[in-house]
């Protein structure tokens, strides 16, 4: 059975299961080079049904994770009905009237919940038609029978993707999902066993930590849905005893009613940068970074506290774009009442889409067991016709030297013994926004000074930002204080470090609180990358190596040998590997 799976949202993505395991899935800002592309992911669906060596026609069902799409994010480029149109139009007047709402919603926050009754009426009556014209517009596209395509609630689809992805898809667990909104709503608690789901409570996007977070991201300057981590980073820099504080300022702004195990706020939250003016005007950017980030980590483990103390289940499972926060993450792995915890990787919107292909899947047979995942290497592999042609281009190039490796992990990992900085492009493209080790930038994580270069020479990175380590499997407790509530193999919770990990993962980590986000390195999930941190080892006596992604600032991570021959021209690296050939610049 094959389950095509569809999201054309913020940074949209196609997936494909075969008999409910995921076999291929990518987002479309790879093929296109645009961050976080919207709309129809048209090259990430022909890829996945490449890779399973299938046409649109023996596909059994195409699913999307989502209910209803406002207008403007609708998924035919071209060809809108005239109606769309209009509503298109109507979009900057509609825009005026809310903002003036908005503003006496600020004012008398009793009027919030007659602004919910409006938003849900519009969102319904104008959802429910433009998901009739979407459907019809992709099953048109795929050329096959709309009652093929099926569609699920956002948050259940995130859920789904959690705890279908997880070691304990076969037991009762504890599943939460928080993101800034998705079908009306911001975060769910739900239970799963197997089949079964109870949905125990859902917050509504007017409550939206995630949306919060994404204002205050806005706030500072920087790009909201995309540059939260940078706030995250920016936050161990400000003055504890300053953050406290000022904390008491800003914490009633987002409460926990643990009744009803869901996020109450007086304010709307999509009128939150009002309140961020009005009282933040004049405080200094790393404090109101150092204060937000109190707020989302205080205000998620006491609700993840007040669900297991209200379920009593342990075994805990978490997705949405809130759960990126790897800080938050760590906070939450930190508690003593969990027993077991997993976070999809990513646990973002790109995500969600397997979850509703997971739902689907188990909608049609039941009984079916689905297999954990084990890595997300679901990218395209080094096209053997892309990398010739890449090869014949740059060996008649007087710039260029070209060799052909004999031992290509021996070769990297005696550059980057030697202080330099090494971009790979090999094997299968990871899923999700952190690179594994196939698109990566690799250099020796105790040397501070590769820092610099690197971003001197590609990433350009704001200054307060921590790069990462990618550590062998049996080195991991040498250099990390964990909790082994949840596997790392990831790069999606932060773990404090060891005296021996400060010293020889320095260039790797948090530079003032010495965090780290590591990915942990099994021999069976990539056994290339597995040999290059050996190989390492054996020179230097580190068992890791500083691992960031392989693109140019403000570009996704590259997708194969076009776009790394790009990224390293256009940047001052001056070695490139891709699978085994080394390119130099002269």
Known sequence: MYILGIYYGHNSTACLLKDGQIIAAASEERFTGIKNYKGLPKNALSYVLSEAKIDSAKLDFVTLSFTYMAPIHSVSQTGKSSLTNLLLVLTTPFQLIRNFWGKLAFRFPSLIKI???????????????????????????????????????????????????????????????????????????????????????????????????????????????????????????????????????????????????????????????????????????????????????????????????????????????????????????????????????????????????YLTYKQIIPQAKIPPIQQIYWGPGVSKDELDEIIRKVEKSKFHKVTKLQNPGKKIAKLIAGGEAVARCSGRMEFGPRALGNRSILADPRNIAVVRVINDQVKNRDFWMPFAPSILEERFDDYVVNSRKCDPYYMILAYDTTEKGKKELRAAMHQYDFTIRPQMVKKEHNPMYYNIIKEFEKLTGVGAVLNTSFNLHGFPIVLGPKQALYTFENSGLKHLVIEDYLIQKK
């Open 115 to 357: 602004g919910r009754m409006f938003y849900l009426f519009s969102i319904y009556t104008v959802g429910k038609y433009t998901r009739y014209q979407e459907i019809n517009f992709i099953a048109n596209f795929l050329k096959i029978d709309k009652n093929k395509i099926k569609l699920f609630d956002h948050h259940l689809s995130h859920a789904a993707s959690a705890y279908y992805a997880s070691p304990f898809n076969q037991k009762r667990a504890l599943v939460l999902t928080l993101d800034g909104e998705g079908d009306s709503f911001s975060a769910s608690v739900n239970i799963f066993e197997d089949d079964k789901y109870t949905v125990l409570a859902k917050t509504p996007r007017e409550s939206s930590l995630g949306m919060l977070y994404a204002w205050v991201t806005a706030f500072l300057g920087m790009k909201p849905n995309e540059h939260e981590y940078k706030v995250m980073g920016l936050a161990p820099y400000a003055k504890k005893e300053d953050v406290d504080k000022l904390y008491k300022r800003i914490e009633h702004i987002i409460t926990v009613d643990d009744k009803n195990l869901r996020f109450e706020s007086p304010l709307n939250m999509s009128d939150a940068l009002r309140f961020l003016n009005s009282e933040l005007r004049h405080i200094r950017f790393d404090l109101i970074a150092g204060i937000f980030q109190k707020l989302l980590e205080e205000k998620i483990t006491y609700w993840v506290e007040s669900t297991i103390e209200r379920t009593k289940i342990t075994t805990l499972v978490l997705a949405g774009g809130v759960f990126m926060n790897v800080k938050v993450n760590q906070r939450v792995a930190n508690l003593a009442n969990i027993n077991e915890l997993f976070i999809i990787p990513p646990p973002s919107d790109e995500s969600s889409v397997i979850g509703s292909s």
